[in-house]
């Protein structure tokens, strides 16, 4: 078995799919209406703890709980972890479009 390369997975709640690269959450998107979220309290926050590669499975069930300076998140349980199509990817905040980059 070779080193694991991807970076990217989606943690899944029953109404948010949860983008990470990582640890750090780098999209939200609503299940519903499939909005892509550029103010929720989660982005450019990072989890307290996600699994290995290959033990997704082991995570259904749990929250994901993401730290910041000023505010933390917890979500309702994971139902799915998965990899996001290439498509997600684009829809990606930057450092940029977060305000972490001063112009």
Request: charged share 25%; aromatic share 8%; glycine share 8%.
């Amino acid at each position: 078995m070779g080193i694991e390369r991807r970076r990217h997975r989606i943690f899944v709640t029953r109404h948010t799919e949860y983008h990470l690269r990582r640890d750090e959450c780098v999209g939200v998107r609503d299940r519903k209406s499939g909005r892509w979220y550029r103010d929720h309290a989660a982005l450019r926050l990072h989890t307290v703890m996600v699994p290995v590669h290959g033990n997704d499975a082991t995570w259904i069930g749990e929250r994901l709980k993401f730290f910041g300076n000023h505010t933390d998140v917890v979500t309702s349980p994971v139902v799915e972890v998965g990899r996001p199509p290439k498509t997600s990817l684009d829809h990606y905040i930057s450092l940029a479009t977060s305000g972490a980059i001063a112009n």
